[in-house]
């Protein structure tokens, strides 16, 4: 069930109902502004990744500012941007499941869309589905570039894939996906130009293979938050599929650039705003966020601007907060902004954006696919 708004456009943000999901606007902005200047000069596109925020009224502001369209990882997702009004949507993904199959094709009167294979059985899959529909579905190829996750192995076997694609009366091939996943958290920023080195060497084998073969690869996919510099001056990736760069999270904060600082390119633009619930004692504050409101799988989330402060431990509905001697009390009722270390799996616990400038509520945004896990 929808909850109603935690809040309404001109009030303080010292008077949101938390926990809230809330969006500083103007960070938030810098960052879709930023991502498309440093994409610009390379001629490389953005296909945002929606898994991050699930929400077509950010996809939009996000092709506003040049984005081709975006990408998704379930057919519920595609489902929501399609009918938000977003033209061009990848499942970067396998999709498995006539049901699931059958309700992808459909979004194709209203939306172009495209799904990823690494299996024979799943190309058969698609072509039922296709013809069953009556249209022709465009089909990428996932090659495993590093992530050992899904994909099949670059070279000789994707463009086997490739050719049974081009072969298929209702199927066109659409290109690679090359998603180097477990590149993106890696901390040095050379082993993360490593890791994305050997992913772009297996992908320029597979495009020269499939050239080979007279097989054109429009798309070569792929490219996260903390790569997508390297894949972008690559020279074989066609577009970029970067999702949390739009709200960045703890854990992205965490890497590192060439002088062994915090990368700095992106803003923390996504709190989840808590409210101290308990105060016992000098060191202790308990807020009203815990697991049902903030994603740890990626460590703790930060105090926003109070690193005297640490959020050491959450239980369903509670943050316990330490802080030493020196630092004024945190005092019960007081409204804090917590920085997520995952901001995907923390936006899915939300019905609503509240978006923030100058200390006010402007603007309030449904998290439209939350839940859509199908």
Not at 14 to 28: H, K, R, S
Not at 129 to 134: C, H, I, K, S
Not at 190 to 199: D, P
Request: aromatic share 6%.
């Amino acid at each position: 069930m929808q909850q109603p708004p935690p809040a309404q456009p001109g009030m303080r943000e010292d008077e949101i109902d938390t926990p809230a999901l809330v969006i500083d606007l103007d960070a938030f902005e810098y960052n879709l502004d930023c991502m498309a200047a440093i994409l610009a000069p390379t001629g490389v596109r953005l296909r945002a990744h929606a898994k991050t925020h699930k929400s077509p009224v950010i996809a939009h502001r996000q092709i506003a500012r040049g984005a081709i369209g975006q990408c998704v990882q379930k057919v519920a997702e595609a489902e929501i941007l399609a009918w938000g009004g977003v033209a061009d949507i990848l499942v970067s993904n396998e999709i498995v499941g006539a049901q699931k199959l059958a309700r992808l094709v459909a979004l194709s009167g209203i939306s172009k869309v495209a799904v990823c294979v690494d299996d024979a059985a799943q190309v058969a899959a698609a072509e039922r589905a296709a013809a069953d529909a009556g249209v022709r579905l465009s089909v990428l190829v996932e090659i495993d570039v590093g992530a050992a996750r899904c994909g099949v192995a670059p070279g000789p076997a994707a463009v086997e894939l490739a050719l049974a694609i081009a072969k298929s009366k209702h199927l066109r091939f659409g290109g690679l996906q090359a998603y180097q996943g477990s590149a993106q958290h890696r901390r040095g920023v050379e082993e993360r130009k490593t890791l994305i080195g050997h992913a772009i060497e297996g992908s320029r084998r597979t495009v020269e293979q499939l050239r080979q073969q007279g097989l054109d690869c429009p798309i070569v996919g792929g490219g996260g938050t903390g790569t997508f510099e390297i894949e972008a001056a690559s020279g074989i990736y066609t577009e970029i599929q970067a999702g949390s760069y739009a709200f960045m999270d703890a854990d992205y904060a965490r890497n590192l650039d060439a002088a062994g600082q915090p990368v700095s390119t992106f803003r923390h633009a996504l709190f989840v705003l808590a409210t101290v619930m308990s105060a016992p004692r000098h060191g202790l504050a308990v807020l009203d966020a815990g697991h049902k409101a903030v994603s740890i799988d990626s460590g703790m989330p930060t105090l926003w601007q109070r690193p005297d402060i640490r959020y050491v431990s959450a239980s369903d509905e509670h943050g316990k907060l330490e802080y030493g001697p020196e630092t004024a009390a945190v005092k019960l009722g007081e409204t804090l902004r917590l920085v997520p270390g995952h901001c995907d799996p923390t936006v899915d616990r939300f019905d609503w954006y509240v978006g923030v400038r100058g200390g006010r509520v402007e603007c309030l945004w449904p998290v439209a696919a939350r839940g859509g896990v199908a």
